[in-house]
């Protein structure tokens, strides 16, 4: 019986410094040629005139991620497969290239004088943020969703 229990709690401490173990979070600063090759591509035909300050390789849990930072300020953090999920620029505007084109209607249509200086793709919206701080939501079909406070 005792013998037993030992094992039952030997069991469930690995087990919990397992969990403890593969839930920690993990940066390190990586060269850029470390980036997935999209990515790469991705940084080359967008933000070819920006000089990347840093490239940081993050593993939060299951999460892997890439967060580039340019000595402009400008950030771009890219999931593991090298697809871009954030772009927030500082000192320019998000290149319109990356805008999806009904979302670039809409801004040019209700806020003309405005820029689009993020985006984010989430789960089930992406967000934008304009150069007045307003957060704007859209669905997956580029439709709009409504303002964010």
Not at 8 to 36: G, H, N, Q, W, Y
Not at 88 to 116: L, R, T, W, Y
Not at 130 to 148: A, H, P, T, V, W
Request: net charge positive; proline share 4%; with cysteine.
């Amino acid at each position: 019986m005792i013998t037993k229990f030992k094992q039952s709690v030997a069991k469930l401490f690995c087990f919990t410094i397992l969990i403890m173990l593969t839930a920690c979070d993990k940066e390190e600063i990586i060269p850029t040629e470390r980036l997935p090759e999209p990515a790469q591509e991705f940084i080359q035909k967008y933000f070819s005139n920006n000089n990347i300050l840093q490239v940081k390789y993050e593993k939060d849990g299951r999460e892997k991620r890439y967060n580039v930072l340019f000595n402009s300020g400008d950030r771009i953090k890219f999931y593991k497969n090298g697809e871009w999920k954030n772009i927030e620029c500082i000192a320019s505007e998000v290149p319109n290239g990356i805008i999806p084109q009904a979302i670039n209607n809409f801004v040019q249509n209700h806020h003309p004088d405005k820029k689009i200086t993020k985006i984010e793709k989430e789960k089930r919206y992406i967000e934008i943020q304009l150069s007045n701080d307003i957060e704007i939501r859209f669905n997956k079909s580029y439709i709009f969703i409504g303002y964010d406070d």
